[in-house]
């Protein structure tokens, strides 16, 4: 695997790890407010089934080697339905989870599965462990920077649950760019 590759997944980690960390507390909080405990359920009980499924789907080389070809596309439409998601269960609590239940268990299921398939086509043994071992964690120093500014934001007072949102949202769409710039140069080599 090239350093750039290598770099643009860490910092991709690291940058994602660190805005979920940093916002995810605050709109856990907020949403779970606005929702009934059967709405809850539902939307758990329709990730787990729809995730069932989504795995069932690709646990053939031959059935994940069709969602490769489709990968930019897929990674596509999962940042613009978190988008339209958030911005939607910003009116309407039920909208989100139920959106998101179903939306994480199709795109980001695939998304990550081909993702750690190229990964693991390209490194083997030692450096694929030491490439999870870093990966890992960037992630975990980016998580504890961004739940440390949480709490310094959660002492100042500051309502910003249509900030946070807006983070997510970025966020994701800059983990998508560098997701596929990764993945297409994985293809390549």
């Known amino acids: 695997m090239k350093d750039k590759t290598k770099y643009l997944m860490l910092y991709s980690e690291a940058g994602m790890s660190f ?3 940093l ?12 929702v009934s405990p059967v ?3 539902i939307s758990t009980l329709l990730m ?6 989504t795995q069932t789907s690709l646990k053939t080389k031959e059935r994940r080697a069709i969602f490769r070809k489709y990968l930019p596309h897929i990674m596509i439409v999962d ?5 339209i998601i958030s911005y939607l269960g910003l009116k309407n609590a039920d909208i989100r989870f139920i959106g998101f239940g179903i939306l994480n268990s199709i795109t980001v299921v695939i998304w990550f599965t081909i993702m750690n398939e190229a990964i693991n086509d390209t490194l083997s043994s030692e450096k694929l462990t030491d490439f999870q071992v870093i990966k890992k964690t960037y992630g975990s120093w980016a998580t504890a920077i961004g739940g440390a500014l949480a709490v310094l934001i959660s002492y100042l007072g500051i309502e910003w649950i249509n900030l946070a949102v807006t983070l997510q949202c970025f966020g994701n769409f800059i983990f998508a760019i560098c997701d596929y710039k990764a993945y297409k140069q994985l293809e390549i080599s």
């Open 48 to 53: 787990t089934i729809v995730c069932a499924l």
């Open 19 to 21: 805005i979920m960390a």
């Open 39 to 41: 709405i809850f359920t």
């Open 79 to 83: 940042v613009l339905l978190m988008c």
């Open 23 to 34: 916002t995810s507390p605050f709109i856990h909080l907020h949403f779970i407010k606005l």
